[in-house]
C-alpha cells in the first residue's frame, strides 16, 4: 500500500476534512491547549466513560451492596458483559474473554496455567526485546516449577535492537520448547509481528502460543478465536481509553476452558455456584474461570464505554486511519527532518501492514533533550531510552493537522536549538 501525500498545511486540513472518523473526537478529553500523541501508554477519557463511572457511583450512593444484582447492569456480571464486548475487539468468542486482574498478573495466571514442562519440553520461548514486566514474570513462572530461568527461557535476538525476524522466531521453535510468548507489537519500535503465522508454526510443532497484546488491542483487529490463538493478555489503558490503571483483559481459546486456573480465586467459580462457599474450587468452564478476585467496579466502568466507542467507530476504519495517519507522519519526517541538521530516523516499520499504532522517531544522540523541549511546547510524546521518541497519532482524537504541527515544531526545536536548554536526565515516568 503507498499513500500519496503532500508537505503543506492545506494538505493536513484536507486529510481532516476526509476523516471519516473525526466525529469521534469531541467525545475526548483533550488536555488542555496540548498535543496529545501518547494514547499508546495512557488513552484518553471520554465523556461516555465519565457518564459510566458516574453511574457507578451513583449505584454504589444508591443501592450500596444491592448494585451486585440490582439494576440494568448488576455488578456481579460486569466482567463478564465486558468481556464480551471486548472479544468483538479482539475476533474471539464471547466466552473467551475476561475483564479482570492487570496484565502481569494475568500472564502470571495463565503462563502458570499453560507451562506444564514435561520431559524434554521444559523451555518458554520469548524475544528479548519484549515488555520487561513480561520477562520478570516468565522467569517467576519458571522458578515456581523448581526450574532455572537461566537456561529454559530462551529469548529470540533481534539483529538491530529493534525488530524481530519471524523466521528466526520459527527457527527457535526447537523440540525442547514447551510454550511461546511474544508480543503483538513491540512496544518500542512498534514492529507488528506475524500473529497468524507464528501461531500456525507453534501449532504445527505441537507448541502452545500466547500473545501479550498490550500495544495492539483497540488499533489493531485480531482474529484471536480464528487463528487458532491459545492464550492472550492485554490492558485496557492504552488504545482501549479504559483510564490510568483500569482492568486488564485475558483471552482463552475455548479448547482449553478445562484446564486448571492455578492463580485461583472465588471470582473464578461459575457465578451459581459461587456463593455456595464450597471449599472445593472448580472453575467456570469460560475464560471467567481465571478471575480471582472481586473486580474495581470503578475502574470498570469506563473501560465498557470506551469499548463501545470502538465498536462504534469499527476496528477496520481505526485500523485503516492508523495505518495511514502513521504514514503520514513518517512520510513528513522522512521529507523535512531526515536530513541534516536534523538526523531523525524512523525506527518502525515502513510498511504499514508491518506496525501497530505508533511511530518510533530515533534521534541519536539528543532524543531524550527534545522530548523535553516537546513538552514545553505542549506537545506529549513519550521516550523510550536510550533514543526513541514514541508519537501514537490515535485514530479515535488525533488529528492530521496534529501530526502536520508536531513536526514543525520538531523542526523549529532543532533549528532554533531549543533542546539544548534541558538536562540529558530522562524523568522518572517518562
Ligand atoms: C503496557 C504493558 C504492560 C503493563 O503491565 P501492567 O501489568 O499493566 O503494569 C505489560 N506488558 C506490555 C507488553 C505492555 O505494553
Known sequence: MTYKFESNQAFAKKLDSEDILSRFRHKFYMPHDTIYMDGNSLGLLSTDAEKNINRVINEWKQTAIKGWMAGDKPWFYLPEEIGKKCARVVGADEKEVILTGSTTVNIHSLISTFYTPQGNRTKILADELNFPSDIYALKGQILMK?????????????????????????????????????????????????????IRQAHKRDILIGFDCCHSAGVV??????????????????????????????????????????????????????????????????????????????????????????LDAGMHNIREK????????????EKDLSKAPYEFTIGTPLDPEKRGGHIAIEHATEAVRISKALL?????????????IRLAPVPLYNTYHEVWKVVQTLKKIMDTTAYKHYSTERKTVS
Open 146 to 198: 523448581g526450574l532455572d530461568p537461566d537456561k529454559e527461557l530462551i529469548l529470540v535476538r533481534s539483529e538491530d535492537g529493534r525488530y524481530l525476524d519471524e523466521d528466526n522466531i520459527v527457527a527457535s521453535m526447537t523440540d525442547d520448547i514447551a510454550l511461546i510468548f511474544l508480543p503483538s507489537v513491540l512496544y518500542k519500535s512498534g514492529q507488528l509481528l506475524d500473529m497468524p503465522y507464528l
Open 322 to 333: 492508523s495505518k495511514h495517519i502513521t504514514a503520514y507522519l513518517a512520510y513528513l519526517v
Open 221 to 310: 483487529p485480531h482474529k484471536f478465536h480464528e487463528w487458532g490463538l491459545d492464550f492472550a493478555v492485554f490492558c485496557s489503558y492504552k488504545y482501549i481509553n479504559g483510564g490510568p490503571g483500569s482492568p486488564a483483559f485475558l483471552y482463552v481459546n475455548s479448547t482449553h476452558f478445562e484446564k486448571k486456573p492455578l492463580l485461583s480465586g472465588w471470582f473464578g467459580c461459575g457465578k451459581d455456584k459461587q456463593f455456595d462457599m464450597a471449599l472445593e474450587f472448580e472453575h467456570a468452564k469460560n475464560a471467567g474461570g481465571w478471575q480471582i478476585s472481586t473486580q474495581a467496579l470503578l475502574s470498570a466502568a469506563p473501560v465498557e464505554s470506551a469499548l463501545e466507542i470502538i
Open 376 to 388: 514545553d511546547h505542549n506537545i506529549i510524546p513519550d521516550f523510550r531510552p536510550p533514543n526513541v
